[in-house]
Nanobody, 121 residues
C-alpha cells in the first residue's frame, strides 16, 4: 500500500528555517512528480512547490519563491522542502503529495498526513 510520511515540522521563530521531508513507499511505478501543499486555518489548501521526476524541474508559489527550495532523492523516494526566512504567514499544515502513474494512462494523487509548521513573530 502507498504511504507518504512527512516529518520535520515544528515551531520556529520568524526568520528561522526548517527542512521538511516526505518519504514515499509502495509506489511501484514510481512518481511523475512530488510536491508540497499547505493549508492555514480558515484557508484553502494551496500549492507551495512541486518538482517533476522527468526533468527535475521545480516550481514555486510566488509567496515562497526565493525562500523555499524543493529537492528530491529518487533513490530514497524522498522529497524535501527547505524553508528559509520563515514568516508567520507560513504557518500551516504542510502536506506532501505524489502524482503517480498507474497501469493505465491516468495518474493518481496520493497525500501524506500533514505536518504542522508554526512560525512565531
Amino acid at each position: 500500500q502507498v504511504q507518504l510520511v512527512e516529518s520535520g515540522g515544528g515551531l520556529v521563530q520568524a526568520g528561522g528555517s526548517l527542512r521538511l521531508s516526505c518519504a514515499a513507499s509502495g509506489l511501484i511505478f514510481g512518481v511523475n512528480a512530488m510536491g508540497w501543499y499547505r493549508q492555514a486555518p480558515g484557508s484553502q489548501r494551496e500549492l507551495v512547490a512541486v518538482i517533476t521526476s522527468g526533468n527535475n524541474s521545480p516550481n514555486y508559489a510566488h509567496s515562497v519563491k526565493g525562500r523555499f527550495t524543493i529537492s528530491r532523492d529518487p533513490a530514497k523516494n524522498t522529497v524535501y522542502l527547505h524553508m528559509n526566512t520563515l514568516k508567520p504567514e507560513d504557518t500551516a499544515v504542510y502536506y506532501c503529495a505524489a502524482d503517480a502513474p498507474t497501469m493505465t494512462t491516468k495518474s493518481v494523487r496520493y497525500w501524506g498526513q500533514g505536518t504542522q509548521v508554526t512560525v512565531s513573530s
